[in-house]
């Protein structure tokens, strides 16, 4: 038997020729610096990436990735991803979107996805704000924020990505942010080896109309106290000294000293330890959790469907495209 070696790459051979165009300072650079390298090792060909984009700043990413790439239009990067994805499932499929483009006019296409279970992969840019456009409040922006479209206040809801990814029934959901390099790989090169539908939500910084919309959080004087990294397997602790813990209670998670802290598990029914700790944590009175929140096995959309289409054409025979048409009632017009 014939042993293919991985192919070897470097971030130089996923950097296209396109000049780079988003604000300097635009927390997408770091994350497009952290998708190349990522490629990079991943030992997959070249030609097998796909990258999808929508609508808005971030969707300018299929430009600069020197990769098959699909800039479409708004909201709808995850029909179209989807349509690649079952024509060729042996592509490794990217989704690049924004918080505007996936949860506004998105919204539909983006949940259908993640219950369908396909197996690509999602990166929500999370600014708050509808920047290519100048700054207008967007699905996760928050209450009061003030803004061209809201002068007087926002009085909207906010959506919670990672809450509204679970209760779509994503196989995978996670969270990283564009300055901690590091942790944002290993969260990208965890959504690539997981089979099925991986969503990942980026905290990123928009540095004209939204600027330090995180620096609660991502701060790198309170960060080790804001954020809690879940790792399967391993207690909930944070902090600096890693002296802090969370404990999951039947009808709370609440703070505790690290050896009283709870393991996590990535493979809760429905999510349902998941979607607590991320509803809590606005609250402030714990950590935001980071790092991968769900991770379960189900069986992914196209392989069901094309085992479906070939014992149909085992059963029914080749079928042809005048047959669809001219099956059942027909008229004749003259």
Request: with cysteine; charged share 20%; hydrophobic share 35%.
């Amino acid at each position: 038997m014939t042993t293919v070696e991985a192919p070897s790459y470097k971030k130089a051979d996923f950097v296209s020729d396109q000049e780079v165009r988003w604000c300097p300072g635009c927390g997408d650079y770091a994350i497009l610096n952290a998708v190349q390298q990522t490629f990079a090792k991943l030992g997959v060909s070249k030609e097998k990436f796909v990258c999808v984009s929508g609508i808005g700043c971030s969707s300018r990413f299929p430009y600069y990735a020197d990769t098959f790439g699909f800039h479409s239009i708004h909201g709808r990067a995850p029909a179209v991803a989807t349509g690649i994805k079952v024509a060729n499932p042996d592509l490794s499929v990217w989704i690049i979107t924004g918080d505007g483009d996936a949860l506004s006019i998105g919204g539909n296409h983006i949940i259908h996805a993640m219950r369908r279970n396909l197996d690509m992969n999602v990166l929500l840019f999370n600014n708050r704000i509808y920047g290519l456009t100048k700054g207008q409040y967007s699905p996760t922006s928050e209450i009061n924020k003030k803004t061209p479209s809201s002068p007087f206040g926002s009085v909207d809801q906010p959506f919670n990505p990672i809450a509204l990814a679970l209760g779509s029934g994503a196989t995978f959901v996670a969270r990283s942010v564009d300055t901690q390099a590091a942790h944002l790989k290993g969260v990208l090169e965890a959504a690539h080896a997981h089979k099925g539908f991986s969503f990942v939500e980026i905290l990123q910084n928009c540095v004209i109309y939204n600027n330090k919309a995180f620096e609660h959080i991502t701060d790198k004087t309170i960060r080790h106290d804001r954020q809690v990294d879940l790792q399967a397997g391993k207690p909930m602790v944070y902090g600096k000294d890693l002296d802090k813990g969370l404990k999951i209670l039947p009808d709370s998670i609440i703070n505790c000293p690290p050896e009283e802290a709870s393991t996590w598990r990535t493979d809760g029914p429905a999510g349902a330890n998941a979607f607590r700790i991320c509803q809590a944590s606005e609250s402030g009175e714990i950590p935001v959790p980071f790092g991968i929140l769900r991770q379960v096995n189900r069986p992914v959309f196209e392989t069901d469907l094309h085992l479906q289409i070939q014992a149909t054409t085992q059963n029914l025979g080749q079928g042809t495209l005048e047959n669809l048409l001219m099956e059942g009632e027909t008229w004749q017009v003259s």
